[in-house]
Structures are given as C-alpha cells and as structure tokens.
C-alpha cells in the first residue's frame, strides 16, 4: 500500500462547480496536513494548514481531515478559471523530518 | 511571493557536465528541502539539511550532493549529468519550534540536459 494515495485526474469541472479532492494515507503518525496548489511549471504554493480532525474554512477554500478514517479533503466552492492548477496533498509527523507528498490532482475548470 | 529564492531560474547544459543550484530560504527558517520534478511526475524528496547539518535523505543519486552553509542558504551540486536529469528542482524551507511547520517553496531552477 502507498503512503499516499490521491486521485491524479484530470477533473474538469464548469466555472462554479464545487470540487472535491481528496487524499487517502497509511501512516497513522502523521499529524500534519496541507494542500498546496501548483500552477504549470511552477512553486507550489501552500494552500490550508491544519493539524486537527475536523474543517478548516479559508475563503472559497475547506480542509477537512479525518484521522481514523486516514482521509483528507479539499472542497472549492465556486470554482474560477483561475483554480486550474494541480493540488497536492502533503503530510508529517511529529518526529519525521520531511513532507510526504502525493501525486497530485490536475483540475481544470472551465468557464 | 513565498521568500525562497531560487538562482538561476533556467539552465540549459550538456550531458557529462556539473552544475550547482542555489536556494536562500525564508528569513529565519532553518530547514532547507530539495526536491525533484520531472514532467509530469510528482515532486521526489532529495535531500533536508537543518541549521547546516544533513537531516534526512531520499533518493538523491549518488552523482548528486548538497550542503547548506553558515548563513543558511544552501546549493544542490549535480554532476556526470544525463538527459534524464532534465527536471524541475525545487527548493523549500521551513521554520522549525516547538511543533512541525509548513514548507514554503521557490520557483525552482529548470534544468535540461541536451
């Protein structure tokens, strides 16, 4: 089983759509999760931060973690053009030194 | 803007040949990250260095090496380069306290091998 696994599309979806995305994990000692965004050929940018079960709101953006399902979440609502991009999943731990990354889900959103 | 610098932004160079990346990570953050990104492919951890000690490695080749020195910047040395080196590289840096941060990335260094 991978550590991570997530949904690597592509998901298109029109202007104004909600979008779900979504990452599965295996190791139980993360306890840190993130989204980041990456445009083509690009940084990734850090999207949402949480470290708690349970939905964070950021804007148009909400992280929902769920540790004893070993799932994470990522819901756009009104989706723009401009949320085309891949997002990754990222995780640590308490004592590990680096971030375990998924692969990436490619959206596009059409208007 | 995330604060990570990344020089130079493209590199363009011929099989056989080395080359050294450089990154400046965000002003106070300790920890520096490398990784690698092929197309398409999705980011593969290299190697960490904190306060300018090796911390954890991935799978860097061997023809690959890195160091972070005294005023926390850090350079990913490539060497005996091959066409399949061709890549996005990226630089992160997080803070580190009491509890785990997040990592903020660079743009990266765009290299090919011809």
């Known amino acids: 089983q991978k550590e991570v696994e997530q949904d690597p599309g592509p998901l298109s979806v029109p202007e104004g759509a909600i979008v779900s995305l979504n990452c599965t994990y295996s190791?139980?000692?993360?306890?840190?999760f993130m989204w980041y965004r990456q445009y083509s050929r690009k940084g990734p940018e850090l999207l949402m931060y949480t470290y708690s079960s349970g939905n964070k709101e950021d804007g148009r953006f909400t992280a929902q973690v769920d540790k004893s399902s070993k799932y994470i979440s990522l819901f756009i609502r009104d989706s723009q053009p401009s949320d085309s991009a891949t997002y990754l999943c990222?995780?640590?731990?308490?004592?590990?030194?680096?971030?375990?990354f998924g692969p990436g889900t490619r959206l596009s959103v059409l208007p | 803007d995330s604060g990570v610098t990344q020089t130079p932004k493209h590199l363009i160079t011929a099989t056989g040949q080395r080359v050294t990346l450089r990154c400046s990570p965000r002003?106070?953050?300790?920890?520096v990250y490398w990784y690698q990104q092929s197309l398409d492919q999705g980011l593969q951890f290299l190697i960490q260095y904190y306060n300018g000690e090796e911390r954890a490695k991935g799978n860097i080749l061997e023809r690959f090496s890195a160091q972070q020195f005294p005023d926390l910047h850090s350079e990913l040395n490539l060497s005996s380069l091959e066409l399949g080196d061709s890549a996005l590289y990226f630089c992160a840096s997080s803070a580190q306290g009491g509890r785990p941060t997040e990592a903020f990335f660079g743009q990266g260094t765009r290299l090919t091998v011809v």
């Open positions: 002003s106070g953050d300790l920890s």
């Open positions: 190791n139980s000692a993360f306890q840190y």
């Open positions: 990222a995780f640590r731990d308490n004592y590990g030194q680096n971030f375990v």
